[in-house]
């Protein structure tokens, strides 16, 4: 693949080039974040996380807000109903929303924001709709404690 460079832009190099000013060897992906986001000049984070995990998203927004502005909006938001979102009689409760989520942060200007625990297609959508780039932290692992490389540990 010779002509690899065509399938970047300057900002897509640029991006890439940060990353690795930012790698912490012996730190947590958590304190790579950080200093990525430092080093980008990043001021505005967003956070969208999983409704099962609010507290582990209060925690993480409370460690980044030391340092930046963080918008945090749980996979719930706008309180739509399963059978209005999936357009199913028999679907109960309260669907989740990730196309939502992305428009709430990017109405509030995110400039990188953070996938925490989002289910299988619902991180999908929000990655899609998301004005800003996306890095996940945590995905939906129920079998794993999400933790999805422990099924390569059996």
Known sequence: MEDFKKLYNEADIQKMRVAEQARLMGKSRVEELISYAQKAGIKRIGIANCFSLQKDSDKLKARLAEQFEVFTVDCKVGRVSSSDMLGVDDARGISCNPAAQ??????????????????????????QKSVAPVTTLIVKDREHKHNPYKEFEK
């Open 102 to 127: 992305a428009a709430y942060l990017a109405e509030n200007n995110t400039e990188l924001n953070i996938s925490f625990g989002l289910c299988m297609g619902h991180d999908i959508v929000f990655n």
